[in-house]
């Protein structure tokens, strides 16, 4: 089976799911990244005195790290403008990703919430753009097969002293992913990777606050209780 995880910046991935893309890996799943951008216009560019440009570019090799580290099947970085997806028209976000997705035909296509765990803007577009998307390619193409969701249930937000996280309800949540020690490793090697915000993965303390379970929405899918794999009862 194929995973295509869509968003927006480098260290989505290893701040949300790269136990559960790790995971998969370990399965013999095929497992993809895109990054809408290249992450660039950080703030924390100001405290290494670099460029969108130059920044764009620690970042992008900070997920090669990444790439090796969750051993990925395949990783791609565009370089849409960050902070700035949402005045781009959404057809030509639209376009890059079906070309993506066209090229890896994977069963499940996977992004944020449609409340974006923590509401930026950029993750709104993502959601609303691979959305769309999927609606378009599952009834012309067949594929994906289902839209996963990624989200975050109440006590999770509840348990975030640094971040103001929006959650998903527990009627809605559909998928439950669990994931072992050598999941939970490669998440943290993951984040070590980004080493240009060290400071904040250690102020936050995000490798205590993220768990071993993993949460998704499943559009237009309802299970009570919820699954436990992302490949688990795919729609024909």
């Known amino acids: 089976m194929k995973t295509l995880y869509i968003y927006p910046h480098p260290d ?3 701040f949300g799911p790269a136990h559960v893309m790790h995971k998969q890996f370990r399965e013999g799943h095929e497992v993809y990244l895109l990054t809408l951008t290249k992450g660039g216009a950080t703030k924390k560019r100001f405290d290494l005195n670099l460029s969108i440009e130059e ?54 296509v996977a992004t944020y919430a449609v409340h974006g765990i923590s509401g930026f803007h950029d993750h709104l577009v993502s959601h609303a753009v691979v959305k769309n998307v999927f609606c378009r390619l599952k009834e012309t193409a067949g594929y994906p097969k289902r839209f996963a969701m990624v989200t975050v249930d109440e006590q999770t937000s509840k348990e975030s002293p640094h971040f103001k996280l929006n959650f998903s309800k527990e009627e809605e949540i559909d998928c439950i ?6 999941d939970m490793k ?31 929405e499943l559009f237009q899918e309802n299970y009570d209780p919820p699954i436990a794999d992302l490949f688990d009862k795919l729609p024909d």
């Not at 570019?57 to 090796?68: A, G, I, N, T």
């Not at 051993?71 to 791609?76: A, C, D, E, P």
């Not at 992913?177 to 050598?182: G, N, P």
Request: net charge negative.
């Open 186 to 216: 490669a998440l943290h090697d993951a984040l070590d990777c980004y080493e240009s915000y060290k400071s904040v993965i250690e102020e936050t303390n995000i490798k205590g606050l993220l768990k071993r379970e993993s949460a998704f």
């Open 55 to 108: 920044m764009g570019e620690v970042r992008y090799k900070e997920m090669l790290c990444v790439e090796k580290t969750l051993k990925l099947t395949g990783m791609t970085v565009l370089d849409l403008p960050d902070s700035g997806l949402k005045e781009m028209d959404p057809r030509e976000i639209e376009k890059v990703v079906e070309e993506h997705i066209h090229k890896i035909k994977p069963d499940v």
């Open 12 to 14: 989505d991935e290893s």
């Open 177 to 182: 992913v669990t994931a072992d020690d050598e």
